[in-house]
């Protein structure tokens, strides 16, 4: 986990480990999260798309921290990086998020909505599964109800909510019609949501997905060892052009130090998610490349609006500039990352970057807890070593705090199920999220009805908002609408944002094609179809 | 023979006993974990629908007590249960994890007792000794570093900077018998604390048996001091020796734990790393049932290797 996709999570599924998943023992169980602002990763641009002519041929082996012997290829099972990486070799989703995490088409080659917004018209593109089958709209349907599934709890469930699935029908081979609960501008989102694969009909019989897999991604299946390692072979007929590397083995590798010194021993060609120490020492070293994937993971603390003394909007600003977010970003980041505003998805489509930057304010914080009454207050940040960084996080906003009077206790919980332990105890606890749209951010996490809405903000008028921009065509005021729900996040929400960490993987010298404008989980993070091996 | 069957049939009780409590001690332990298989699957995504939902799939919503009885009949048919996660069964993670670690775990037993042994006895016959002294403070030195430290140490100089060996077991899946390179390190990292609190017990008990009358005896007799030292003193010296590599044999399960996950070797260690992460509470106690009775039989061999050394030294049943 160790693991997440969509937050951290170490893993997610598997996650794991007794031990700090950086550094320590740790198993990454568990799991986590670039955005195209402009400036691509330092380091020599050998890879990336740089290196001259792509070639075809060889085998890329890449390590990934996983699930030991739990996983399974099932692509609407996945909870993990390692997962993504191995469903987006094998499977397609009907759209996938582009750098500023705007939906960009893949199976899907168009979508149209009615004028109300509540009726999308998916027009799919010719593509074929493994075994020759066209991929057809009972395909898409099948494989959105599987995960619809009201006995299962498929991870996208969640996101294909919004859908109706029973009166969604197909048109025609290759068109379909989704009807909508409520009008939803920004539905393409779903189609990118992560683990929402598309799978031949009637697939997914018990064990099916492990033994032989059948998508229509670039890659075909060869063999797969839960928790150690899976081949893949080229799919020639890939209706993205056909994959550079003959062979793709994905291997699992739960160390961090296991995975640099993999790479570093020429044993593997690409290692993901290294730690910011491990960067920095190989930076200029010339043995292998460094590439930094921005913007990757927001890096939070999280307010409980609902209690004391966050419930007065006062002490939550305090808490916004006692924040040294440099010191923050060098101490709990060792340097690999960005500061943030209290504002999630910098870099994304809609991201509000017209707001002035908050700067730490230790005078006027004090101030305003006194206005607040709350000048000696005391009370507990929880934390846990679920993500990198955390736990350093933590002690340094406790010393931060301090100098505005406050007096923090960090309190360390299990790592394993953090997650759901802040959901709703506590009122002050470290935070992180992977890429996702702003839209799915709100949706899921800031409205009344949220699954998992950590800072308990509810409000009515916020809600109105976010619907109000949802039954609107037009981008331009949608995107006004986006403003103003920000300002208000960013003058009195929940979500102390003080950074974004890049997200860090390593390549051989040989390795090209590798894109650095691709924060995790977004199309181009952890793709290897565009990938080749030069000739060392 | 009788009181040896006695004991053995007392023994083996005891032994029984000893692993039901421990699979209910682990049991109980794992319960008390915060949190259960259903939010480590859920994740980041902790909705609390979801987390339902899984537990309800995953019958975890059932009392404890009902699931671990169930899981115990199933015992008695010889069957351990299947993984909540993966609900593959939990003899598969065994099956494939048992391979890597009994190898490693046999090399390294392989190696330990030859070398402990020689140290112990070499160092004995020179107690007070230059060697004897070089010795202990480095055994001591060694006995000092943790594993992780020195596998750490031990792959940036032997793989990454001198390029002998391989820093990782990675893509040799669990055919590393032909790659005995991949070995050398792991089993290095094994050894280095057994060999350093064995070859000190041997030492010492070496010294005390040479000391003992019967030693003094058999020198009057005339035998050479080669024959007394090792037909006579070193017997005496194997016993607690014995019974500590016993001891040493749990704790060699922490130093494979550390290892696997330092190498990448995917053994049960790995398997119960995951599994106490995943709360997967049938995998982990397959696991405690196994290594209970891998520690019983091994202690119960080292006691009878004690009796059969060493009589007179009352072994405790």
Redesign the interface.
């Known amino acids: ?9 170490h ?8 031990l700090a998943a950086t550094g ?2 740790g ?1 990454g ?4 999260a670039v955005t195209g602002c402009g400036d691509s990763g330092s380091g020599t641009a050998e890879s990336g798309t740089k290196g001259g002519k792509p070639q075809r041929g060889g085998r890329l ?1 890449a ?1 990934f921290a996983g ?6 290829l099932d692509p609407h099972l996945g ?1 993990l990086f390692a997962d993504a990486a191995r469903a987006k070799a094998l499977f397609d989703k009907l759209a996938d998020f582009g750098a500023d995490l705007s939906p960009r088409p893949r199976l899907a080659a168009r979508w149209e909505p009615n004028a109300a917004l509540d009726r999308w018209t998916i027009t799919l593109r010719q593509a074929e599964f493994h075994d020759g089958r066209p991929v057809t709209a009972e395909d898409v349907l099948y494989s959105y109800r599987r995960i619809a599934d009201p ?3 498929f ?1 996208a ?2 996101s294909l909510e919004p859908i109706d699935l029973d009166a969604s029908r197909a048109t025609g081979p290759r068109t379909l019609e989704f009807r909508l609960k409520r009008p939803t501008a920004e539905f393409p989102n779903i189609l990118a949501a992560f683990g929402a694969y598309i799978v031949p009909k009637g697939s997914g019989e ?2 099916e997905f492990d033994r032989r897999p059948i998508g229509s991604g670039p890659f075909r299946f060869e063999s797969f ?5 899976a081949v893949f072979r080229r799919n020639e007929e890939y209706w993205d052009g056909a994959p550079y590397l003959d062979e793709l ?1 994905f ?5 961090e ?2 995975r640099i ?2 790479l ?2 020429g ?2 060609e690409y290692a993901h998610e290294l730690n910011p120490t491990t960067a920095r020492a190989h930076q200029d070293g010339g043995r292998i490349e460094i590439v930094r994937l921005r913007n990757s993971a927001m890096q939070a603390f999280a307010m409980k609006t609902d209690r004391a003394p966050f419930d007065d909007k006062r002490v939550r600003e305090a808490f916004f500039l006692i924040a040294d977010r440099k010191e923050l970003i060098d101490g709990a980041l060792s340097g690999a990352g960005e500061i943030g505003n209290d504002l999630f998805g910098k870099g994304y489509t809609y991201y509000a970057d017209g707001l002035p930057q908050r700067e730490q304010d230790l005078d006027r914080a004090r101030h305003l807890l006194k206005k607040a009454g709350a000048e000696d207050l005391r009370i507990t940040l929880d934390t846990s070593d679920v993500a990198a960084g955390f736990t350093e996080a933590a002690g340094i906003f406790r010393d931060q705090a301090a100098k505005a009077g406050v007096r923090i206790k960090v309190r360390t ?2 790592k ?2 953090y ?3 802040i ?1 709703d105890s506590g009122t002050l606890c470290c935070y992180r ?1 992977g890429a996702m749209p702003i839209e799915s951010h709100i949706s899921q996490r800031l409205l009344t009805d949220s ?2 809405n950590a800072t308990h903000w509810r409000h009515k008028d916020f809600d109105a908002l976010y619907q109000q921009a949802q039954s609107t065509r037009d981008d331009q005021r949608r995107a006004a609408l986006y403003e103003r729900m920000q300002r208000r996040l960013h003058a009195e929400g929940g979500f102390l944002v003080w950074g974004f960490a890049d997200w860090i993987v390593g390549t051989a010298r040989t390795v090209r094609g590798v894109e650095r404008q691709a924060p995790a989980n977004t199309l181009d993070w952890a793709r290897f179809d565009k990938v080749w091996l030069a000739t060392a | 023979m009788t009181g040896l069957r006695g004991w053995l049939v007392r023994r083996l009780l005891l032994g029984a006993v000893q692993i039901a409590a421990v699979v209910l001690l682990v049991f109980a332990l794992t319960e008390a ?4 298989a259903a ?13 339902a ?2 537990r309800a ?1 995953m019958e975890l919503d059932r009392p404890a007590h009902q699931r671990l009885l169930d899981w115990a009949a199933g015992l008695l048919h010889g069957d351990l249960g299947t ?1 909540l ?4 069964p939990v003899t ?2 065994l099956g ?2 048992f391979g890597p670690t009994l190898l490693l775990a046999s090399l390294t037993l392989a190696l330990l007792v030859p070398i402990a042994l020689g140290l112990g006895v070499l160092v004995a016959s020179r107690a007070g000794g230059r060697t004897d002294r070089l010795i202990a403070s480095v055994t001591l030195g060694v006995y000092a570093v943790p594993e ?1 430290a020195l596998g ?1 140490l031990l ?1 940036t100089v032997f ?2 900077r001198l ?1 002998w060996l ?3 077991a ?2 040799y ?2 055919d590393l018998l032909d790659h005995p390179a991949v070995l050398v390190l792991p089993v290095l990292v094994l050894l280095s604390r057994p060999v350093c609190s064995l070859s000190r017990l041997v030492r010492a008990g070496m010294i005390d048996a040479l000391a003992a009358p019967h030693a003094a005896q058999a020198r009057r007799y005339g035998l050479s001091e080669t024959r007394v030292r090792y037909a006579h003193a070193l017997p005496n010296a194997i016993a607690p020796a014995a019974q500590q590599l016993a001891r040493t044999v749990d704790w060699l399960l922490c130093g494979v ?2 290892v696997e ?4 070797i ?1 053994g049960l260690g ?2 119960l ?8 509470l049938p ?1 982990v106690q397959g696991l405690a049932v196994v290594f209970g009775v891998i520690a019983v039989v091994l202690n119960l061999a080292a006691d009878l290797v004690a009796r059969r050394f060493s009589p007179r030294t009352e072994v405790a049943a």
């Open positions: 986990m160790t693991h997440t996709p969509d937050n951290e999570r893993p997610g599924l598997h996650r794991r480990g007794f320590g023992l198993i169980i568990g799991a986590l082996r390590a699930g030991g012997a739990s996983e399974t909870n006995k299962k709890a991870r469930k969640a018990k064990g060892a839960p928790g150690r390692s083995e291997v699992v590798a739960n160390e130090s296991a010194n993999a570093l021993g044993q593997i919980g299990s394993d199920s997650w759901a332990d959901l999220s699954t998992t | 974990l915060p949190g259960d939010t480590s699957l859920a994740g980041d995504q902790p909705d609390p629908a979801r987390i939902a899984i799939e993984s996660v993966s609900g593959r598969t993670y494939d994890g992780f750490v792959v793989a990454l390029d391989p820093p990782t990675v893509g899946g669990t734990i550390v996950a330092l190498f990448v995917p790995t398997v790393m995951n599994g106490v992460a995943e709360r997967d995998v």
